[in-house]
Nanobody
Framework: HVQLVESGGGSAQAGGSLRLVCTVN?????MAWFRQVLGKEREAVAG????????YYTDSVKDRFTISRDNTKNTMYLQMNSLKPEDTATYYC?????????????????WGQGTQVTVS
C-alpha cells in the first residue's frame, strides 16, 4: 500500500520562497505536485519521472518553480521561488506507477494529504 508524506508549505510574502517535500514508501514511475484553490479544479503544477530527468511544468510556474527527486530516498521536492499571491493554494503530492504521459488528476491514483501554501 503506497503512502505519501508531505511536508513544507506555510506562508510567505510575495517574492519569497518555500519548499515542499514529498516522501513515498516505495518506487513510483512518476511523481507530481498538484494544487487546488477552493472552488476550482485541481491542476498539475509540476511533474517528474523517476527513470530520467524529464520534467513537466505548467506555464504559470515555469522559471520560478523547480521540481527534483532523490530516488535513494524516494523523495520529491518542489522549490518555489518568486512566489506570487496567485500561487496560494493547497498543494498535493501525487504518484503514478504507470508510464503515462499526461498530467491529469485522474492519471494519479495515490495522493498526499495536502499542504497549504499562502502568499501575501
Amino acid at each position: 500500500h503506497v503512502q505519501l508524506v508531505e511536508s513544507g508549505g506555510g506562508s510567505a510574502q510575495a517574492g519569497g520562497s518555500l519548499r515542499l517535500v514529498c516522501t513515498v514508501n516505495g518506487y513510483t514511475y512518476r511523481m507530481a505536485w498538484f494544487r487546488q484553490v477552493l472552488g476550482k479544479e485541481r491542476e498539475a503544477v509540476a511533474g517528474i519521472y523517476s527513470r530520467n530527468d524529464y520534467t513537466y511544468y505548467t506555464d504559470s510556474v515555469k522559471d520560478r518553480f523547480t521540481i527534483s527527486r532523490d530516488n535513494t530516498k524516494n523523495t520529491m521536492y518542489l522549490q518555489m521561488n518568486s512566489l506570487k499571491p496567485e500561487d496560494t493554494a493547497t498543494y498535493y503530492c501525487a504518484v503514478d506507477g504507470r508510464p503515462r504521459i499526461t498530467w491529469a488528476e485522474s492519471d494519479f491514483p495515490v495522493w498526499g494529504q495536502g499542504t497549504q501554501v499562502t502568499v501575501s
